[in-house]
């Protein structure tokens, strides 16, 4: 028998289909490719993700939980360490590999130090996962941002209508962190984002209440200094909108663990703020 919150749930996606298919939107949606699915077929950018190295970490604490997220009962599979009783959420959206063990074990790590968070890694690639660069070029760019936006609107939808919600994600998943946010809307209590697209449309950026945390490598090739400055201006000086910028001195994915070149010393400072910052706009102690 359906609940009168999947019955409510199944309406809100219907009607976002209609809009979506009507060319009419209840929210600012995504125009066309978002975040770095536009470098996806770029060579060098190819080249600039090392293939990772393979996962021998410890198995895994949280479960994977399907989301419906159309009126049809499809189902995104998400990764989920729960915090039972809590209504407080982090979003978690992979990079450009997919929601693979290394994600995971984020998720893990996110969950000893934010205690009474529940931690929930979204899966834009519906359930694929490589450690090929042509393959991840392909799931990147695969991605459409209608039905990513949909998908990640059903989902915070499902968590309630007093979830307080943070978003983090990586490169790819650093982008779709600000639009996971923007979705939340008032919700939405902290935004990070590592390397990701920053936005330029004012008219997107008017939904975001979250303060954010941006985390740029100054030896980026791909988010230039230029480009994140920019958007600190925008948001902080233009639209009166809280952002705190921290630079490090490395290259693009230097956060990701999986990654050859990985910078252990930029990647703990970061880590560092990161946790600061969520714990104090979520208030965990």
Not at 92 to 114: M, P, R, S
Not at 139 to 148: H, R, Y
Not at 245 to 253: C, K, P, Q, V
Not at 254 to 273: C, H, L, T, V
Request: aromatic fraction near 10%.
């Amino acid at each position: 028998m359906l609940t009168t919150k999947r019955i409510i749930l199944l309406l809100v996606m219907s009607l976002t289909s209609f809009q979506l298919l009507h060319g009419q939107s209840c929210c600012v949606k995504p125009k066309s490719n978002t975040g770095m699915a536009v470098f996806a077929s770029n060579i060098a950018f190819q080249n600039a993700h090392a293939e990772p190295i393979p996962y021998d970490g410890e198995k895994h604490k949280g479960t994977m939980k399907g989301i419906v997220i159309d009126p049809a009962g499809t189902e995104m599979n998400c990764y989920l360490v729960e915090s039972s009783g809590s209504n407080k959420y982090l979003i978690v959206v992979h990079e450009w590999w997919g929601l693979n063990d290394y994600v995971k074990q984020a998720c893990d790590k996110y969950a000893g130090a934010l205690p009474g968070v529940n931690i929930l890694a979204v899966d834009l690639y519906k359930g694929a996962v490589t450690d090929n660069r042509e393959a991840a070029s392909e799931l990147m760019q695969k991605v459409s941002n209608e039905e990513a936006y949909v998908s990640l609107q059903a989902v915070i939808y499902s968590l309630g209508e007093k979830a307080e919600i943070a978003t983090t994600g990586w490169c790819f998943g650093g982008g779709w962190s600000l639009q996971a946010s923007m979705i939340a809307g008032n919700n939405a209590k902290a935004c990070v984002m590592y390397y990701g697209m920053p936005e330029e449309d004012n008219t997107k950026l008017k939904n975001l209440s979250a303060p954010v945390l941006g985390i740029f490598a100054k030896k980026d090739m791909w988010i230039l200094p230029e480009m994140y400055k920019a958007f600190e201006y925008k948001l902080t000086k233009e639209m009166n909108k809280s952002m705190e910028l921290i630079e490090f001195d490395a290259e693009h994915a230097f956060a990701n663990p999986s990654n050859p070149n990985y910078d252990k010393e930029a990647a703990a400072a970061a880590y560092k703020r990161e946790i600061a910052f969520l714990k104090e706009k979520l208030q965990v102690k």
